[in-house]
C-alpha cells in the first residue's frame, strides 16, 4: 500500500534553533518527493521537490534531503523563525500523473520566543 | 512563482443550502486542477481531479452528486457542494499545475462552517 508516514507529529522548539522532520514512504514507482508549508488555514506552499536522482536540495534556510534507496527524506529547518511555526507535509508522487500524489499527515512545527 | 486563487476564503451557510468554491489559476492555463478536503489535523484527501471540457473523476467515496465540478476554462473549476450539512464542513483546497512535470501549485483554501 503507498504510504508516506512521517515524524515527529508535533515539534516545539525554541527560535533560533535547528531542526529535523523525517518522512518515509513507500510508495512505488516513485516520480519525486515534494515538502509543503502550511500556515493555519492556508493552502500548502511548495518547499523543495526533488527527484530520484537528487540527494539534496536547499531552498533558503530549508534543506530537503533524499535517500531513494531506503525511501527516506528530511527536512532540515536552520536557525529557526517564528515565522517557521506551521505544518510541514511531506507528498510523494508516484506513476500516473498528479492524482497519485500521496500526502503525508504532516509534522506541526511549533518555534517559541 | 505561479498563483492559484480560490475564492471565497470562507463561508458561512446554512444546512441544505448550496454553496460554491471558484479556484483560477491566475498566470497559467491549467487543463487539470485538482480538489482536496481537509479536516482539522488530519492531511488533504483528495476528492476529486477536474478535467478542463469533460467530466471530473472523483475518488472512490466521494459522492458525484453532491460535490458538481465545473471546469469550463483553462483557468477556472469551480466546486460546488449541494444541500450542505454539518457534517460538509471542512477546509477545502484545490491545487493546480501547468503540465505534469511542474510542481502543484495550491489555492489558500475555502473554509466552508454549515450551520
Same mark, same amino acid.
Given at each position: 500500500?503507498n504510504?508516506?508516514e512521517q515524524?515527529p507529529?508535533?515539534?516545539?522548539?525554541l527560535e533560533g534553533k535547528?531542526?529535523?522532520?523525517?518522512c518515509?514512504?513507500?510508495?512505488?514507482?516513485f516520480s519525486?518527493?515534494?515538502?509543503?508549508?502550511q500556515d493555519t488555514g492556508?493552502g500548502p506552499? $511548495?518547499?523543495t521537490?526533488?527527484?530520484?536522482?537528487e540527494?539534496t #536540495?536547499s531552498? /533558503?534556510?530549508y534543506t %530537503?534531503?533524499l535517500d531513494?534507496?531506503t #525511501?527516506q $527524506?528530511?527536512?532540515?529547518?536552520? %536557525?529557526?523563525?517564528l515565522s517557521?511555526? %506551521? $505544518?510541514y507535509?511531506?507528498?510523494?508522487?508516484?506513476?500516473g /500523473?498528479?492524482? #497519485?500524489?500521496?500526502?503525508? %499527515? /504532516?509534522t506541526?512545527l511549533?518555534?517559541?520566543? | 512563482g505561479a498563483v492559484v486563487s480560490?475564492?471565497p476564503?470562507w =463561508?458561512?451557510?446554512?444546512?441544505?443550502?448550496? =454553496?460554491?468554491i471558484e479556484?483560477?489559476?491566475?498566470? *497559467?492555463?491549467?487543463?487539470t486542477? *485538482?480538489?482536496?478536503r481537509q *479536516?482539522?489535523?488530519q492531511?488533504?484527501?483528495?476528492?476529486a481531479t477536474?478535467? !478542463?471540457g469533460s467530466?471530473a473523476?472523483y475518488?472512490?467515496?466521494v459522492?458525484?452528486?453532491?460535490?458538481?465540478?465545473?471546469h469550463?476554462s483553462?483557468t477556472l473549476?469551480t466546486?460546488t =457542494?449541494?444541500?450542505?450539512?454539518? !457534517?460538509?464542513?471542512? @477546509?477545502?483546497i484545490?491545487?493546480?499545475?501547468p503540465?505534469?512535470l511542474?510542481?502543484? @501549485? @495550491?489555492?489558500?483554501?475555502?473554509r466552508?462552517? =454549515?450551520v
Open positions: 500500500k504510504q508516506v515524524s507529529q508535533s515539534l516545539i522548539i535547528n531542526c529535523t522532520l523525517q518515509n514512504y513507500t510508495v512505488s514507482p519525486n518527493l515534494r515538502w509543503y508549508k492556508r506552499v $511548495s518547499l521537490i526533488m527527484t530520484f536522482s540527494n #536540495k531552498n /533558503g534556510r %530537503a534531503t531513494a534507496d #525511501k $527524506s528530511s527536512l532540515h529547518i536552520t %536557525a529557526s523563525q517557521d511555526s %506551521a $505544518s507535509i511531506c507528498v510523494v508522487m508516484g506513476s /500523473g498528479y492524482n #497519485k500524489l500521496i500526502f503525508g %499527515a /504532516g506541526r511549533a518555534v517559541h520566543p | 480560490q475564492h476564503s =463561508v458561512i451557510c446554512k444546512s441544505g443550502t448550496s =454553496v460554491k479556484c483560477r489559476s491566475l498566470d *497559467f492555463q491549467a487543463t486542477m *485538482f480538489w482536496y *479536516f482539522p489535523k492531511s488533504l484527501m483528495l476528492m477536474s478535467n !478542463e467530466k473523476t475518488e472512490q467515496g459522492e458525484k452528486d453532491k460535490f458538481l465540478i465545473n469550463a483553462l473549476s466546486l =457542494v449541494t444541500s450542505a450539512h454539518p !457534517e460538509d464542513s471542512s @477546509f477545502y484545490c491545487s493546480a499545475s503540465d505534469s511542474t510542481e502543484a @501549485f @495550491f489555492g489558500q483554501g475555502t466552508l462552517t =454549515v
